[in-house]
């Protein structure tokens, strides 16, 4: 377990913790209303970042089934639309590498040099859900939203006075991959300046839930990036994953990524 969870944190990152807020709500419309707030709103939530290159360094902690791990020094970096490259260390040494790519995922461990090589399912496994693909990743790692919204009639947009915007399903939101169809309720909030602070997904008929939240959110040029991110995974597998961005860099780097060649190709479950 604790393998498969290095190297889970050495492809996986976001940015949030957020407060909860005041529930009154004020003012309910129906999406499929052409109502100019509410095409804002969706241009804002669905907006890409444009950047070419981002190097964030982190530090995390992941407890859950009887694991804790504490301390753990993280650099992501991201080439936009292209890779996620991540090194993960633990006092000074680096003990896990990973790589995600349009159209897969790798990583390997140093403790018992081990690696997978593997599609999009094993994120999806570790998140509990189906729709993980490079682009929701990447969104999911820069606080954007990361499930497709598109389709306006399947939500309702519940604005709050001064505290923000909910976006949640009318009905459950289905989902196929690989001729496998789930089902989910899904709920995002949205401060005043459209940034995602808490999602909230649960797959109908199991127990099976994810939430993410964002917060501290600074601009750093002239982007809004979360310095703050707390992911809870509950159903079959309970995690709590917490990180905090503690630095962001534009510039380009060397990202290279090889698997020694004494290493051993798992399989995570």
Same mark, same amino acid.
């Given at each position: 377990?604790?393998?498969?969870? $290095? ?36 241009? +804002? !939530? &669905? ?18 089934? +009887? ?7 993280? !650099? ?36 018992? +040099? ?11 496994? $570790?998140?509990?859900?189906? =729709?993980?693909?490079?682009?929701? =990743? ?7 939203? =990361? ?21 949640? &399903? ?23 300046? =459209? ?38 995974? +509950? ?35």
């Amino acid at each position: 377990m604790k393998k498969a969870v $290095l190297l889970g944190l050495a492809l996986l990152v976001t940015a949030c913790s957020t407060q909860q807020n005041a529930t009154k709500s004020v003012e309910s419309t129906s999406i499929n209303k052409s109502v100019s707030g509410e095409k804002l709103f969706f241009e +804002k !939530v &669905s907006e890409p970042v444009s950047f070419d290159a981002l190097k964030i360094n982190s530090k995390l902690e992941i407890k859950g089934n +009887k694991l804790s791990i504490n301390n753990v020094d993280a !650099v992501f970096y991201i080439e936009n639309q292209q890779k996620i490259w991540a090194n993960f260390s633990v006092m000074f040494f680096s003990v896990a590498r990973g790589l995600a790519t349009p159209s897969k995922v790798q990583g390997y461990e140093k403790i018992g +040099k081990n690696y997978i090589d593997t599609d999009y399912s094993y994120l999806n496994q $570790l998140l509990n859900v189906n =729709f993980i693909d490079y682009k929701s =990743f990447q969104n999911l790692l820069l606080g954007r939203t =990361f499930v497709d919204v598109k389709n306006d009639r399947n939500y309702e947009l519940i604005k709050k006075d001064t505290e923000g915007y909910t976006l949640k &399903s009318k009905d459950g939101i289905k989902m196929m991959v690989n001729g496998i169809e789930k089902t989910y309720q899904i709920n995002f909030v949205y401060n005043t300046h =459209f940034q995602l602070e808490n999602s909230h997904i649960v797959e109908e008929g199991t127990k099976n839930s994810l939430d993410i939240d964002y917060s501290g959110w600074i601009m750093v040029n002239n982007i809004f990036l979360p310095k703050n991110v707390k992911i809870i995974i +509950k159903g079959q597998k309970n995690m709590d994953i917490l990180i905090e961005n503690t630095k962001f860099d534009f510039s380009k780097m060397n990202a290279s990524y090889s698997v020694p060649g004494n290493y051993k190709k798992i399989t995570i479950k």
